[in-house]
Nanobody
Framework: QVQLVESGGGLVQAGGSLRLSCAAS????????MGWFRQAPGKEREFVAA???????????LYKDSVKGRFTISRDNAKNTGYLQMNSLKPEDTGVYYC????????????????????WGQGTQVTVSS
């Protein structure tokens, strides 16, 4: 199983930017799917973004509607690290952000589901002030 460590969280004013990183160790992530989820106080953990191999051996991305155009998920296979660039942040983006990964093909379900992932990081806090 892979170990994931998030970093890059912090306090930022509305309209600002943060870049989260997810460093993986224990196995190569070159073929793995990676996702970002977040959890606000008192709420369920929700999907934010995912990047995964798809048809034509290409990487595809998937985003929660409310972050489309503001967040960008990416990966650097050479560094075994995933990223979430967050721009134009809003107070409702506040929460603990978790990185997740899956090394095996997903035969059913979708990468916007928590059940699609078998490895999780400990999370990094993102706070957006108004």
């Amino acid at each position: 199983q892979v170990q994931l460590v998030e970093s890059g969280g912090g306090l930022v004013q509305a309209g600002g930017s943060l870049r989260l990183s997810c460093a993986a160790s224990g196995r190569t992530m070159s073929g793995a799917a990676m996702g970002w989820f977040r959890q606000a106080p008192g709420k369920e953990r929700e999907f934010v973004a995912a990047i995964f191999w798809g048809v034509g051996s290409m990487f595809y991305t998937l985003y929660k509607d409310s972050v489309k155009g503001r967040f960008t998920i990416s990966r650097d296979n050479a560094k075994n690290t995933g990223y979430l660039q967050m721009n134009s942040l809003k107070p409702e983006d506040t929460g603990v952000y978790y990185c997740a990964a899956r090394g095996s093909p997903l035969l059913s379900g979708s990468f916007d589901s928590r059940n699609a992932y078998d490895s999780w990081g400990q999370g990094t806090q993102v706070t957006v002030s108004s």
